[in-house]
């Protein structure tokens, strides 16, 4: 293998990239729908100036820049050989309300700084950089659009979903220019593709408390997000007697804390209400209708299902109780998701030959990742931050264990031309 400590002579020193992922990720902050808090919705006004900014960058790399007809943006690094097999990496551009600067967009800056660190170097494939527009799901409450198009799995009749304010989504991606009766063009073909690396902030605190910059994620749990409804009989809350009563909002009320209950004593489990909507929301009536999302995760599918069944049947327990009614409205899954043995060996070795510990992981949260590794060989490294807070302005992360990611993302990268070049 072949070791490497800073980068080309031709190209800024590992510090220095760091440094300019932060400036970037700064910079794609403020193309916000909201003027204070981080805001960027699928294929919204400010996701098309990320777009520009982010060409820009591309074109002072010599990078071949293009939109897919699902709104995804990929920067090429280009191989002498027009044929020859393509490298993936890059995150999500799209945030949560309220989101820290660095979810999703450091993992694509840090392709861009990747492709820096690599001068005027020559490798035997392509490197895609992928800003992918949609991984978060809060527009069309459909998460990972952008790498559905990617790795041929989208379904084009999502494009009659509407957002809050009425719009499908065919109109939306029609409204960004773009023509969503091709997005099944957007696909990759797994032929073409050698691997697909992600880099991401951890968004927890593992790394942290082990004091290390960076790991290796070994797989993504899976998740269920659910909406479902507790519907009662509204009421006068002066003259209408405690018994019986009809409450909705006191039904979901107790299945919230069997939410929580389950999620502390399953070993393993993330079970969260994070979503409440309660009709008609007046002080002095009884609610009659309660809508409440659950999203519970497990790295095990089957203790995942199982709890969410046995959720579902507590609810129904506490409807019959309370003489109110449960409905599951709708329910999507999402499996557990190994990552690709041969890239994380090969990315544990890159950390090696700089000198570096890696740290197992297992990954609580979705990723892009989660969807490219049913089509291509997928693996992730997670990048430490400090405090572990994600999907909040608090979130934050060191420019040296950017640098430690790039140093592995490089090393990596280099090895696997090597071993390309070597075998002929």
């Known amino acids: 293998m072949t070791t490497l400590s800073p980068p ?178 957007a696909a990759y073909r797994p032929s073409e593709v050698i691997a697909f690396v992600e880099p991401h902030i951890e968004q927890g605190v593992v790394l942290s408390r082990a004091d290390l910059p960076v790991g290796v994620v070994e797989a993504i749990a899976g998740q269920t997000r659910a909406l479902v409804q507790f519907v009662g009989i509204a009421g006068h809350a002066g003259t209408t007697p405690m018994y019986p009563r009809q409450d909705a909002l006191v039904a979901a009320a107790s299945w919230i804390t069997e939410v929580s209950r389950r999620g502390c004593e399953v070993t393993g489990c993330r079970a969260t209400v994070g979503y409440a909507d309660v009709s008609p929301n007046v002080r002095n009536v009884i609610p009659d209708r309660v809508t409440l999302s659950l999203d519970l995760r497990h790295i095990d599918d089957g203790i995942r299902k199982q709890s969410v069944g046995q959720l579902f049947d507590i609810a129904r327990g506490i409807a019959v109780r309370d003489n109110v009614e449960f409905v599951v409205l709708e329910k999507q899954e999402q499996s557990g998701v190994a990552m690709d043995d041969v890239i994380r060996k090969q990315l544990f070795q890159a950390a090696s030959d700089c000198d570096l510990e890696a740290l197992d992981l297992i990954s609580g949260a979705g990723h892009d990742a989660g969807l490219m590794a049913s089509r291509f060989p997928t693996a992730m490294i997670f990048i430490r931050q400090p405090r572990g807070i994600s999907h909040h302005p608090d979130e934050d992360v060191e420019a040296s264990d950017i640098a430690e990611g790039l140093r592995v993302l490089r090393q990596w990268v280099l090895n696997l031309a090597e071993g390309i070049n070597s075998n002929g």
């Open 8 to 185: 080309a002579s031709d190209t800024p020193s590992f510090e220095e990239l760091a440094h300019r992922c932060l400036e970037d990720c700064a910079a794609l902050a403020d193309q916000s729908e909201w003027h204070e808090g981080i805001l960027r919705q699928y294929l919204s006004l400010p996701m098309k100036a990320v777009h520009e900014l982010s060409q820009n960058w591309m074109a002072e790399l010599g990078m071949e820049a293009r939109v897919d007809d699902a709104g995804n943006l990929i920067g090429r690094r280009a191989s002498a050989a027009a044929s020859a097999p393509i490298v993936l990496t890059g995150s999500h551009l799209d945030t949560v309300p309220g989101a820290g600067k660095y979810d999703g967009v450091l993992g694509f800056v840090m392709g861009l700084a990747l492709a820096r660190s690599l001068g005027t170097a020559e490798l035997p494939f392509h490197i895609d950089v992928i800003g992918f527009s949609e991984e978060e799901g809060v527009r069309f409450s459909k998460p990972y659009l952008g790498s559905h198009a990617i790795t041929g799995t989208f379904d084009l009749e999502w494009l009659s979903r509407r957002d809050a304010s009425g719009f499908s989504m065919k109109s939306v991606i029609e409204g960004f220019g773009l023509v969503p009766q091709r997005i099944p063009s």
